[in-house]
């Protein structure tokens, strides 16, 4: 059955909904974008992705005119009308048809292209969340800004078929030496004294919304993060590996290039923090 699509304030079949070959999200990539897991056909954390949609705007001098309740009833409409249980809202905001190929911004009154769309998929059962993922390391070939929410995620998608290529799920990223982060999602480390190892906020990672709810999280439990960077070897070293995000969670990692992490299932601490988490969305 056609899925219902927001398109600049209307709601489309999917197969109505049109944007210019002149758009600028499609011509450079000058566009930003999030994804808000619906659990239970609520939306999970969407105060924190407003928050990070509004900072990739202003770090990139985007328009963005709707409020942060707008966008949530635009949200909670699509979840109703695609019947939505369980899975995530993809939002694009471009900065618009330039009217030609011009790598010049167009005028600031130009208006913007917004989307939205539903996708339905596994978010609480996943496999990967108990059978976790094995992971390889390749070169971090992304631009200096990876902290603004871009669409431009052709570096990702080469990690990712690098990855499926040598025999893994996913890769993590490594640059000068440390881990930044994985193709999609913030990555840590349990060392052998039970601390959660993370890298810290800059410019060359996402500000991950989960990220950001597990070191709350974490505090409010006692369990002990320690934000610095950290190398392949520590993490195929270390007692446990797992990574974050908006659709995964808390998924376990079980080998990193080859090299099983303790017993190749998950980790106690993974396991905890993920129960703690599902506690809060549900």
Not at 209 to 225: P, S, V, Y
């Amino acid at each position: 059955m056609s899925r219902t699509v927001y398109l600049n304030g209307e709601y489309v079949p999917e197969e109505e909904a049109k944007i210019s070959v002149f758009d600028r999200g499609f011509l450079f990539a000058d566009a930003v974008y999030e994804v808000t897991a619906v659990v239970n056909g609520k939306l999970v954390d969407f105060a924190g992705h407003f928050a990070r949609l509004a900072r990739s705007c202003r770090e990139l001098g985007l328009s963005l005119t709707l409020s942060e309740n707008d966008l949530r009833e635009i949200h909670q409409r699509l979840i109703a009308e695609n019947d939505l249980t369980e899975g995530g809202i993809y939002l694009q905001l471009t900065r618009g048809n330039s009217g030609d190929r011009d790598f010049h911004f167009p005028p600031s009154q130009t208006p913007t292209t917004l989307v939205l769309f539903t996708q339905s998929r596994a978010v609480v059962d996943h496999p990967a969340a108990s059978k976790g993922i094995r992971v390889v390391t390749c070169p971090d070939i992304r631009w200096q800004r990876r902290d603004i929410k871009t669409v431009q995620l052709l570096a990702p998608c080469l990690a990712k078929a690098w990855a499926e290529a040598n025999g893994a799920d996913d890769a993590f990223l490594v640059e000068d030496g440390f881990i930044t982060e994985g193709s999609s999602c913030n990555c840590y480390i349990v060392t052998a004294d039970k601390t959660i190892v993370t890298r810290p906020l800059s410019n060359n990672i996402l500000h991950g919304i989960t990220r950001k709810a597990l070191l709350r999280l974490g505090e409010e439990h006692g369990i002990t993060f320690e934000e610095r960077l950290f190398t392949p070897e520590e993490a195929r070293r270390a007692s446990e590996v797992f990574i974050s995000s908006a659709t995964t969670f808390v998924w376990p990692v079980v080998s990193v290039d080859g090299q099983q992490i303790g017993d190749g299932k998950a980790g106690e601490i993974t396991k905890l923090l993920r129960s703690i988490y599902l506690e809060m969305v549900e």
